[in-house]
């Protein structure tokens, strides 16, 4: 069970870390 | 004008990717075979679909109208970029998923099983397409290759698939199966699988058009710069 | 479109013949290479023999990462390029030409590995030489993807660094197959299904070496 954990939690993780680079890309002044 | 999808896909996405895990997790029952860690059935097969067929065959078809004089235009060249960002995210993670569902099984962490080892070949493909993008060169004729370099890519693929499964074939390593072959997959089981997909795509097709959104607005604020600079050299200049 | 490539084949022989770049530089290369696959595998007989093939592939891909670079820079100087181009020079004609006197040389530097393949690694003669029709093809193949990829990396200023990157993985498809008819032509094995699969892997990679070649340049 604990490698779904980990499977569902690295996926979540990297997801949302994603969009979030996206929003934070978006702001920055120099790319 | 925005369309009731381009509104929606938001939550949308939310909502289907929240209900896949709340029925992933909690809802559907343990496989009889592989128990527990059948569940992942309710996200890596969708992450490996849309890695190997939406993300990428995105890219390819964009690459193509980029290609293509009557449909090449800046909108489709990003469309192309930013599907192959995202594409790349998802080939990491079904690589990831697909480790974590083998290694209860297999033991080890990785074998060369004709489809992870295609599909790593196929991200390395894709890292060479992003390191072409970076290139410094005129951006129609960074565009252009980046869109060649996508359509040979599509071409491997299909190489690299064929020859990857008969070397595997013929090197008979102790028989492996894909982590998710002997699964009987029915009932919640399959509505669960299936609502999978439908999650991550739509949840490729979000991210897709905020990474679009994003060279747009990345474009927008180098010409801005570029304006900012020229007025503001013009105001210094010297009237002659 | 056959006549620019014959022109363009030749111009890249004669550039070739002239600096013997591939003479005194890729073929000691090789060698070399050779060599340090028979260090780090050997000295177990059985062991060398076994992996043999896959690197006799192995060196020929790092081989023509060398030469595609080498093909690419002979057309640097001068506005080599663009002044082909603009005097009407058929792109599909300048691929081919390229794709062939890449192949040329990659045929001959080929012919002094496997000799060092059958000295050593022991790899069988009567094998190795069965294998011969399979390398061409092989060759081939590597000739065409590299040109193309050569092209798509040109001007830009990380090229060297960016080709074994994009043509890398795409030939790890060739190196697979490859090594699988070598090993089978010295096993005795019949090899017709990987003939036929490099047969076609090779026409695909001309055809759209043909198709695309320009579109990576005109402006």
Do not use: C
């Not at chain 1, 690295?10 to 702001?27: E, K, P």
């Amino acid at each position: 069970m604990k490698y779904v954990i980990a499977g569902y939690s690295v996926t979540g993780v990297v997801l949302a870390g994603y969009a979030l680079s996206l929003w934070w890309r978006s702001h920055r002044d120099v790319d | 004008m925005k369309t009731l999808l381009q509104r929606t896909l938001g939550p949308l996405t939310a909502v289907t990717l929240a209900l896949t895990v709340w029925l992933g997790i909690w809802v559907t029952p343990p496989d009889k075979v592989q128990g527990d860690l059948a569940r992942m059935l309710y996200i890596h097969p969708a992450l490996a679909w849309v890695a190997l067929y939406v993300s990428f065959g995105t890219v390819v078809v964009a690459s193509a109208l980029y290609l293509w004089p009557r449909t090449r235009s800046l909108t489709v060249d990003r469309v192309a970029e930013a599907a192959l960002e995202v594409s790349i995210v998802f080939i990491a993670l079904t690589l990831i998923t697909g480790s974590l569902w083998g290694r209860p099984a297999w033991g080890v962490w990785w074998v060369w099983d004709a489809r992870l080892t295609s599909t790593a070949i196929m991200g390395v493909l894709e890292l060479g397409i992003i390191a072409l993008r970076r290139a410094n060169l005129d951006p129609d004729i960074r565009a252009r290759r980046s869109a060649v370099l996508a359509l040979v890519s599509a071409l491997n693929v299909i190489i690299i698939h064929f020859s990857v499964t008969w070397w595997q074939t013929l090197h008979q390593s102790a028989s492996v199966l894909a982590p998710g072959g002997k699964l009987e997959v029915h009932g919640s089981m399959l509505w669960t699988m299936l609502l999978s997909f439908v999650a991550f795509t739509l949840l490729f097709s979000w991210l897709t058009r905020e990474r679009y959104r994003l060279s747009v607005r990345r474009a927008g604020r180098t010409s801005d710069v570029l304006q900012a600079a020229l007025a503001q050299r013009q105001a210094e200049g010297v009237p002659r | 479109m056959m006549r620019v490539a014959w022109l363009v084949a030749r111009k890249d022989l004669r550039i070739e013949t002239r600096s013997r770049v591939l003479l005194w530089q890729v073929l000691p290369f090789g060698v070399i290479a050779l060599i340090l696959s028979g260090l780090a595998v050997g000295p177990n007989d059985d062991a060398m023999r076994h992996a043999a093939p896959g690197l006799f592939y192995l060196v020929i891909l790092l081989v023509v990462l060398f030469m595609i670079g080498r093909a690419q820079a002979v057309e640097a100087p001068a506005g080599t390029r663009t002044s082909v181009t603009m005097l009407g020079g058929d792109p599909a004609g300048i691929f081919l030409g390229k794709t062939l006197a890449l192949a040329l040389e990659l045929i001959v530097t080929a012919a002094v590995l496997l000799a060092g393949v059958v000295v050593l690694l022991h790899a069988p003669l009567a094998g190795t030489a069965s294998a011969i029709p399979s390398v061409l093809l092989t060759l081939g193949a590597l000739a065409a993807g590299g040109t193309l990829y050569g092209a798509l990396v040109a001007g830009a200023d990380v090229q060297a660094t960016l080709l074994p990157i994009i043509a890398l993985p795409p030939f790890a498809g060739l190196l697979i197959v490859g090594e699988k008819s070598f090993a089978a032509a010295v096993a005795g094995q019949s090899s017709v299904k990987w003939l036929l699969f490099l047969s076609v892997s090779l026409l695909a990679y001309l055809a759209v070496g043909i198709l695309l070649y320009g579109v990576t340049e005109e402006s």
